[in-house]
């Protein structure tokens, strides 16, 4: 894999070989099965930050809808493997596309499309509880184990859809610095900033917003996908207020503006969520509240924030001070300019 100073400066670059040596080399020499199991599971939760930033860092949309869920694989189109691949993207897709489209063409944004997102989980959940038949009702789809006749129980297959995720994870790290370095993604920032500047200008805002949200669907998706091989089986308990909201609090802990601040929130909060729990079950819930409060209110930018404040400016100044200097005692600049080195 090539990458170029253009698609990320420094700063980023270290974020992204840090992050691939916690996900690739460390954790996996670090940790047994069961702990791996749960880091898989975490990044499952990634896909939606990932999309998140997208979405709300980027766009200024603010949704309370990006669970991480995926339609009920015993339908029996769901038995072929490539077409489950496919719906598993083009069916959220879609549907992220005609919210989208009736909520950004009519100018539904802010508080009221968070609302409406949040409102259409709602009714979902109540969908599936009721249609038991079709989507098991309150207990899901549960007891879930192979995957095209490959039993996904055994260690063995948790290692290795713990590596296929962390690959799919780094993908849509790309795919999303793509997209933000893209005349799009300045779009994007410039539509959170000034929406009626961006509109004045003769672009559709309506058209970016939908392409923002039916992205941050699709990882979602994938994240969804990924958790239902994870853990086994999906619930409606997935669905609804509380994983909505936590998901943005991954998002707000890493940074909304920052991809890689999104996994990076994702993991910490996680681990603290369980670190919290097997240490204090009666209180872990007090100590996760007031861990995100802390860093909301200290860090407002999240942990991206405290990046860019305290450790980006240091690792400029150490480059900075290793610089070369010409054999004269002055700079990259000419002896006939007269600068003198800093």
């Given at each position: 894999?090539?990458?170029?100073?253009?698609?990320?400066?420094?700063?980023?670059?270290?974020?992204?070989?840090?992050?691939?040596?916690l996900?690739?080399?460390?954790?996996?020499?670090?940790?047994?099965?069961?702990?791996?199991?749960?880091v898989?599971?975490?990044?499952?939760y990634?896909?939606?930050?990932?999309?998140?930033?997208?979405?709300?860092?980027?766009?200024?949309?603010?949704?309370?809808?990006?669970?991480?869920?995926?339609?009920?694989?015993?339908?029996?189109?769901?038995?072929?493997?490539?077409?489950?691949?496919?719906?598993?993207?083009?069916?959220?897709?879609?549907?992220?596309?005609?919210?989208?489209?009736?909520?950004?063409?009519?100018?539904?944004?802010?508080?009221?499309?968070?609302?409406?997102?949040?409102?259409?989980?709602?009714?979902l959940?109540?969908?599936?509880?009721?249609?038991q038949?079709?989507t098991?009702?309150?207990?899901?789809?549960?007891?879930?184990?192979?995957?095209?006749?490959?039993?996904?129980?055994?260690?063995h297959?948790k290692?290795?859809?713990?590596?296929?995720e962390?690959?799919?994870?780094?993908?849509?790290?790309?795919?999303?610095?793509?997209?933000?370095?893209?005349?799009?993604?300045?779009?994007?920032?410039?539509?959170?900033?000034?929406?009626?500047?961006?509109?004045?200008?003769?672009?559709?805002?309506?058209?970016?917003?939908?392409?923002?949200?039916?992205?941050?669907?699709?990882f979602?998706?994938?994240?969804?996908?990924?958790?239902?091989l994870?853990?086994?089986?999906m619930?409606?308990?997935?669905?609804?207020i509380?994983?909505?909201?936590?998901?943005?609090?991954?998002?707000?802990?890493?940074?909304?503006?920052?991809?890689?601040?999104?996994?990076?929130?994702?993991?910490?909060?996680?681990?603290?969520k369980t670190?919290?729990?097997?240490?204090f079950?009666?209180l872990?819930?007090?100590?996760?509240?007031?861990?995100?409060?802390?860093?909301v209110?200290?860090?407002p930018?999240?942990?991206?924030?405290?990046?860019q404040?305290y450790?980006?400016?240091?690792?400029?100044?150490?480059?900075?001070s290793?610089?070369?200097?010409?054999?004269?005692?002055?700079?990259?600049?000419?002896?006939?300019?007269?600068?003198?080195?800093?």
């Amino acid at each position: 894999m090539i990458i170029n100073s253009r698609f990320f400066n420094r700063s980023e670059l270290i974020g992204f070989v840090s992050l691939l040596l916690l996900l690739v080399i460390i954790l996996p020499l670090t940790l047994d099965v069961f702990r791996l199991n749960l880091v898989a599971k975490y990044l499952t939760y990634a896909f939606v930050a990932i999309g998140l930033v997208l979405c709300w860092g980027y766009g200024g949309i603010f949704s309370l809808g990006q669970e991480i869920t995926q339609l009920p694989l015993f339908w029996k189109p769901f038995q072929s493997f490539p077409f489950t691949l496919a719906a598993i993207v083009l069916v959220p897709g879609f549907f992220a596309l005609i919210i989208g489209a009736a909520m950004f063409k009519r100018r539904v944004g802010g508080v009221y499309f968070a609302i409406i997102t949040q409102a259409i989980a709602a009714i979902l959940t109540i969908l599936i509880v009721g249609q038991q038949g079709y989507t098991g009702g309150i207990n899901g789809i549960t007891d879930l184990r192979t995957l095209h006749g490959w039993d996904i129980r055994t260690d063995h297959a948790k290692f290795i859809l713990y590596f296929v995720e962390v690959a799919l994870i780094f993908g849509c790290i790309l795919l999303a610095q793509f997209i933000r370095l893209t005349k799009l993604g300045r779009i994007l920032v410039a539509m959170r900033e000034q929406e009626d500047r961006v509109r004045f200008s003769g672009y559709s805002v309506a058209n970016f917003k939908i392409f923002a949200f039916c992205m941050a669907a699709v990882f979602a998706a994938v994240g969804g996908a990924m958790f239902t091989l994870e853990v086994g089986f999906m619930s409606p308990s997935f669905v609804g207020i509380v994983p909505s909201i936590e998901m943005v609090i991954y998002t707000a802990v890493g940074g909304r503006v920052s991809i890689f601040g999104a996994v990076y929130g994702t993991l910490l909060v996680n681990f603290a969520k369980t670190s919290l729990s097997e240490s204090f079950p009666q209180l872990w819930l007090f100590g996760l509240g007031a861990l995100f409060i802390a860093v909301v209110l200290a860090f407002p930018n999240g942990l991206s924030g405290i990046w860019q404040d305290y450790v980006q400016p240091r690792i400029d100044r150490l480059f900075a001070s290793r610089k070369p200097k010409s054999g004269n005692g002055w700079t990259g600049n000419s002896v006939a300019d007269g600068a003198p080195a800093e």
